[in-house]
């Protein structure tokens, strides 16, 4: 075989594939809605992936709704105050930032415009340490709850895990038929390439 028969192979093969991701992504998105239902009326957490005569390819896990986290500052404020006093920061309060006589003297003339202010990165820190539940360990290891976490509606996102075999099963269901009706438009054009080559 020479380099211009190998160049077209490769180019057929990934405009092929290209076209098969593109049709998955659909499959995907049109599976979406019904996912996110059945989760919402049964609270169906899985879906067996089956085979029409029962034979199992694997499992669908159906996400849950992405999280609202609402934190309580004042708490949080106070554990960081508790644990790390040194990463708060004297700031201006947003009424001092547009006072213009302020910005040199606020410390000598205005203590009252002061105010203690988180740093920015050890308070992202400190937001990722807290659970999926809303709860924050501090220094001494006591979890205390600063959130409220929430779930919005099931977006129907899902994770498809392949059971043991499941790829001979799916290539053994293609080539007896049972497949075709399901996904042929998707996959046809690359099986046939690749019986030509």
Same mark, same amino acid.
């Given at each position: $075989? &020479?380099?211009?028969?190998?160049?077209?192979?490769?180019?057929?093969?990934?405009?092929? @594939?290209?076209?098969?991701?593109?049709?998955?992504?659909?499959? !995907?998105?049109?599976?979406?809605?019904?996912?996110?239902?059945? !989760?919402? *009326?049964?609270?169906?957490? #899985?879906?067996?992936?089956?085979?029409?005569?029962?034979?199992?390819?694997? #499992?669908?896990?159906?996400? @849950?709704?992405?999280? /609202?986290?609402?934190? &309580? $500052?004042?708490?949080?404020?106070?554990?960081?105050? /508790?644990? =790390? +006093?040194?990463?708060?920061?004297?700031?201006? *309060?947003?009424? =001092?930032?547009?006072?213009? &006589?302020?910005? =040199?003297?606020?410390?000598?003339? $205005? +203590?009252?415009?002061?105010?203690?202010?988180?740093?920015?990165?050890?308070?992202?820190?400190?937001? %990722?340490?807290?659970? #999926?539940?809303?709860?924050? %360990?501090?220094?001494?290891?006591?979890?205390?709850?600063?959130?409220?976490?929430? !779930?919005?509606?099931?977006?129907?996102?899902?994770?498809?895990?392949?059971?043991?075999? @499941? !790829?001979e099963l799916v290539w053994q269901a293609w080539q007896d038929g049972t497949l075709q009706p399901l996904i042929g438009?998707?996959? &046809?054009?690359?099986?046939?390439?690749?019986?030509?080559?």
């Open positions: $075989m &020479n380099a211009k028969t190998h160049a077209l192979k490769v180019a057929a093969a990934k405009v092929l @594939a290209d076209i098969v991701a593109e049709g998955y992504e659909q499959l !995907r998105k049109d599976a979406e809605p019904d996912f996110a239902e059945l !989760r919402k *009326t049964t609270n169906s957490k #899985s879906l067996s992936a089956e085979l029409p005569d029962g034979t199992e390819l694997g #499992s669908i896990a159906i996400l @849950a709704g992405p999280p /609202n986290t609402q934190v &309580n $500052m004042k708490t949080l404020s106070g554990i960081i105050a /508790n644990d =790390a +006093p040194e990463e708060f920061v004297e700031a201006l *309060t947003d009424d =001092a930032l547009t006072d213009e &006589n302020l910005l =040199a003297f606020v410390r000598d003339q $205005m +203590p009252h415009l002061l105010k203690l202010k988180i740093r920015d990165d050890y308070l992202k820190k400190t937001l %990722k340490r807290i659970d #999926s539940n809303g709860y924050l %360990k501090d220094a001494s290891g006591t979890r205390i709850k600063v959130a409220e976490v929430t !779930r919005g509606e099931p977006t129907g996102k899902f994770a498809f895990t392949a059971g043991p075999g @499941a !790829r438009d998707l996959l &046809n054009p690359a099986i046939e390439a690749g019986e030509q080559t």
